[in-house]
């Protein structure tokens, strides 16, 4: 039972690197999800996708970009990384947009220095 | 989405029951209330969710108020492992981008 699998666990880039984080999951989910969490605080939407091909920015959006190809896949870009993106990145997938429940990955640890 | 109200920290016995009191008031009549835990910076894991109707999992129970104003997560006999941020979310069954807001959350602190 894999569920949500990202990677890389961490990661230390430099001041102006690009990089790509992968999101996997392997529930046949529509939708996924990017958050990102600053320590000490709760979590941010950054993009979300329902479905392959079609994505949308969410809360903090600036600074990443996104594509869905395929359902299984949704990886996040940063391309001028900052240190503002110092962060812990989540990605969650879930069945529908109802009332169905988010399953979250145990996350990429991201720092820019 | 409502906003929610939890206490920032909470101690628990071991092997005692361990309630998180969840304050949502200005929910609307089609906005869920989900439980979410966090240990050591891993991912959230879901507990549970409920819409007005009391419910139960192997993991928790969910008591939800007649006026729906305010919610507990209960632990029925909390162990070490049960230590975590727990997070009380609100979400519309139609809401935009299906988006869950985590707040801060309780620091729930499971004492031998």
């Known amino acids: 039972n894999a569920g949500v699998t990202q990677t890389p666990k961490f990661r230390i880039l430099k001041i102006g690197q690009s990089m790509t984080l992968q999101c996997a999951q392997d529930m046949n989910h529509n939708y996924m999800y990017w958050y990102r969490q600053d320590p000490g605080m709760g979590l941010k939407l950054i993009y979300y996708?329902?479905?392959?091909?079609?994505?949308d920015k969410g809360e903090v959006p600036n600074g990443y970009n996104v594509s869905r190809s395929t359902t299984e896949d949704f990886p996040l870009r940063l391309e001028l990384a900052a240190p503002s993106q110092t962060s812990v990145y989540f990605c969650?997938?879930?069945?529908?947009?109802?009332?169905?429940?988010?399953?979250f990955g145990d996350g990429t640890r991201l720092s820019i220095l | 989405d409502a906003k929610t109200t939890q206490p920032p920290s909470m101690d628990c016995a071991e092997g005692r029951a361990a309630n998180l009191p969840c304050n949502h008031s200005?929910?609307?009549?089609?906005?869920?209330v989900y439980w979410y835990r966090q240990i050591h910076s891993q991912g959230p894991q879901y507990i549970i969710h409920?819409?007005?109707n009391n419910e139960t999992n192997e993991m928790a129970s969910l008591i939800i108020t007649e006026d729906r104003k305010s919610s507990t997560l209960i632990l029925p006999h909390a162990t070490l492992r049960d230590t975590a941020v727990y997070y009380c979310i609100v979400r519309s069954s139609i809401s935009t981008g299906n988006q869950f807001y985590f707040g801060t959350g309780t620091s729930l602190t499971v004492i031998p």
């Open positions: 409920g819409l007005k």
């Open positions: 200005t929910i609307s009549g089609n906005e869920y």
């Open positions: 996708s329902v479905g392959a091909g079609i994505t």
């Open positions: 969650a997938s879930s069945w529908d947009s109802s009332n169905q429940p988010q399953h």
